[in-house]
């Protein structure tokens, strides 16, 4: 595992050339590196990662709460958005993807759904440890609602680039508003998840301040 992040680490610093794919002035050389490097970064989260968090829970009987939920899916996430960023750093896909807006999907995939759902786990893993907090039928809504819209704004970010919606633009056509409008609707659903994650998390909070009170006043008498 070790040496596979490290590796990724090492690829990471090497992989930047992708995004240059379109620029006339870069030679030839590091052009090959970017594709052949961006390929190769993809093993350690998909093949490490991805299969070794599948083989930690194979017959472990994990009890699955808000914290294992969310960081499981949040590898899915990473590993998903990995997906279209090695597709798009293919030279010959780049020329045609890379100012669509394909790119904002592949890394709002693994940002929103990797990322930031890691963050979201790992709060809930904080109050359920050190506080009182236990998870409710709240939370499992709010975990569906978060990753099933966070898709579908993955989703439109990527359908828009499939139909050549680029990142950049002097005009908006009408023929790229559909999308658009698909991903803020599953925006305003994702903002209401979150909203609810970080409302429980602030609660579960002023129990851990609660229990360290009283245990700070045992203490005093």
């Given at each position: 595992f070790l040496i596979a992040w490290n590796f990724s680490t090492l690829f990471t610093l090497m992989i930047y050339t992708h995004h240059l794919l379109m620029d006339f002035a870069v030679p030839k050389w590091m052009l090959i590196i970017g594709q052949i490097f961006s390929y190769a970064n993809g093993l350690p989260v998909m093949v490490v990662t991805a299969y070794g968090a599948l083989m930690i829970i194979f017959r472990s009987a994990v009890k699955w709460d808000f914290a294992s939920s969310m960081?499981?899916?949040?590898?899915?996430?990473?590993?998903?958005?990995?997906?279209?960023a090695i597709i798009d750093a293919t030279i010959v896909v780049n020329h045609v993807m890379h100012n669509t807006k394909w790119v904002p999907g592949h890394f709002?995939?693994?940002?929103?759904?990797?990322?930031?759902?890691?963050?979201?786990?790992?709060?809930?893993?904080?109050?359920?440890?050190?506080?009182?907090?236990?998870?409710?039928?709240?939370?499992?809504?709010?975990?569906?609602?978060?990753?099933?819209?966070?898709?579908?704004?993955?989703?439109?970010?990527?359908?828009?680039?499939?139909?050549?919606?680029?990142?950049?633009?002097?005009?908006?056509?009408?023929?790229?508003?559909?999308?658009?409008?698909?991903?803020?609707l599953c925006g305003i659903f994702v903002i209401v998840a979150s909203i609810i994650f970080t409302i429980r998390f602030f609660n579960g909070l002023k129990t851990v301040g609660k229990q360290t009170d009283i245990t700070i006043s045992k203490a005093a008498s």
């Open positions: 960081m499981f899916l949040a590898m899915f996430g990473w590993v998903a958005g990995a997906v279209p709002h995939t693994y940002m929103g759904m990797g990322v930031v759902a890691m963050i979201f786990g790992f709060m809930y893993y904080f109050n359920k440890t050190e506080g009182t907090q236990k998870q409710t039928g709240l939370d499992k809504f709010a975990i569906s609602i978060y990753f099933l819209f966070f898709t579908g704004i993955a989703g439109s970010f990527l359908y828009a680039g499939k139909i050549s919606a680029p990142r950049r633009w002097a005009e908006h056509l009408p023929e790229w508003t559909g999308s658009d409008q698909v991903g803020a």
